[in-house]
């Protein structure tokens, strides 16, 4: 199969990685001459070029570019592709994506591989990154039954668990668990430099260890990403803060009644109820864009 990806950063050149250890022959399409030649030298890709018109006769082609330049691209290549080409993305958001592609392309398929890491670019593109990772599709009640199959046979074949469902749905269920986290990781950072007294704040830095590390992680990942986050998926992301801001005041306020008993019953809920969220493999650094 000739598999076309634009964008050869960490997930498109590790999904090239892959493709290509599969037997499949990789085209590769990036702004950049120098990262053609060093997705070429890196084995991510067979061919690859700063010309969209190169992918004209690939059978599938995976959009990896951030969110914000994901239509315009696609409107640039659209008219290079056969009509049976399936187009598909890689974005952390998918309503927005999905209806905007549909109207332009009927062979879209939206989809999200939950990998990534806190580094960016080709140079960090790895083999096995989706293995035992959340692969979401989110085809509509118009998207061809043939796409979605080409599509969910491919992320199988990275061995990733794929998932299926509307991209409404999509957009709620990962501001839940990636969006909000960049976003209250983020605070903490934000908050942790409001120190006033300087020499606290250097203490502080110097105290900071793993319980830091782990949880102020995403927020200090890549900007781009949050910002694509918070612009793309607002209403998800705001509906999600507020329930946070919400759970937040509430153990703000037990804990100046000095209620400890419901502080407890808090903390014991969430011991319980945090297995149910990590089952998978370990998480990825950060969510891709």
């Known amino acids: 199969m000739k598999i076309g990806i634009v964008g050869l950063g960490l997930i498109g050149g590790s999904l090239g990685l892959d493709f290509r250890q599969r037997g499949h022959e990789v085209w590769g399409v990036t702004r950049r001459t120098t990262t053609c030649e060093a997705a070429i030298a890196g084995g991510a890709v067979d061919h690859a070029s700063t ?23 696609a409107l640039e290549l659209i008219p290079h592709l056969s009509p049976t080409t399936v187009l598909t993305d890689v974005g952390s958001v998918k309503g927005a994506i999905v209806d ?12 999200h591989p939950m990998a990534g890491k806190s580094e960016v670019g080709i140079a960090v593109a790895e083999t096995g990154l989706f293995a035992q990772r959340a692969y979401v599709i989110t085809p509509t009640e118009q998207t061809p039954p043939p796409a979605v199959a080409l599509l969910t046979e491919l992320a199988e074949s990275l061995q990733a668990q794929v ?17 909000l986290p960049v976003m209250v990781s983020s605070s903490l950072i934000q908050a942790c430099l409001s120190e006033p007294d300087d020499a606290v704040r250097q203490l502080a830095q110097q105290f900071a ?11 200090g990942g890549h900007p781009e990403l949050g910002l694509m986050m918070a612009r793309y998926n607002r ?13 937040l005041q509430q153990l703000t306020e037990r804990i100046q009644g000095a209620e400890w008993e419901a502080v407890a019953e808090i903390l014991s809920t969430n ?17 891709t864009s």
């Open 51 to 73: 010309e969209l018109q190169t992918l004209k006769a690939t059978d599938i082609v995976f959009l990896c570019t951030p969110i914000h330049l994901i239509e315009a691209i």
């Open 100 to 111: 905007t592609l549909s109207a332009h392309w009927p062979n879209f398929v939206g989809g």
């Open 163 to 179: 998932f299926s469902c509307s991209p409404a749905v999509h957009d709620r269920a990962v501001a839940w668990i990636s969006h």
């Open 209 to 219: 260890s793993s319980g830091f590390r782990d949880t102020s992680r995403v927020g």
């Open 235 to 247: 209403e998800e992301v705001l509906r999600s803060l507020q329930a946070y801001q919400d759970a």
């Open 271 to 287: 011991y319980a109820a945090r297995p149910d969220f990590i089952q998978s493999a370990p998480a990825p650094d950060t969510a």
